[in-house]
């Protein structure tokens, strides 16, 4: 894991890979709390026997969003951001679903730092993600998202 307190120590990271967070087991349990959460009860996420016999991958699939919504968890497992006032998460910009997560499945992100600004004592930094399935030559997506970190100064 790699720790990072300012604006100049995430500077010298520019593009390179910061990390790979560790294996992270997609559940029925989970989908179903973000069905939940979100009102999104598509029979291809929650309905495990139709999913079984009808759908095309043999089982229930995670919701793309729910893959996506794991980038801060998994994240925090790749950087220790220190020294913080605050951090926000600040977009995402051009996201690629590439294949389904299906249940059971173990996923990870790997991470590159694309891009890093100081806009006036806040960094804003692009970095380059990718979800990885365990097994599977293809990603469950790729993309850039958009930090801001207000780190302390003194």
Do not use: C
Not at 25 to 34: P, R
Not at 51 to 75: D, M, R, V
């Amino acid at each position: 894991m790699q720790i990072i307190s300012s604006h100049a120590e995430f500077e010298q990271y520019l593009g390179k890979e910061l990390g790979v967070s560790s294996w992270h087991t997609i559940t029925q349990e989970q989908i179903n709390k973000f069905a939940d959460a979100t009102l999104d009860y598509q029979w291809i996420h929650t309905d495990e026997e139709m999913a079984k016999n009808e759908g095309p991958f043999g089982a229930t699939i995670a919701h793309g969003y729910l893959t996506l919504s794991l980038i801060p968890f998994l994240w925090k497992q790749i950087v220790d951001i220190q020294n913080l006032k605050m951090e926000i998460n600040y977009g995402i910009e051009s996201l690629k679903f590439a294949q389904p997560v299906i249940v059971n499945s173990n996923i990870r992100l790997k991470a590159k730092l694309a891009s890093i600004v100081n806009l006036r004592g806040v960094t804003k930094v692009h970095m380059g993600i990718e979800m990885e399935i365990e097994g599977q030559k293809k990603p469950a997506f790729t993309g850039e998202v958009v930090f801001l970190y207000h780190f302390i100064t003194t």
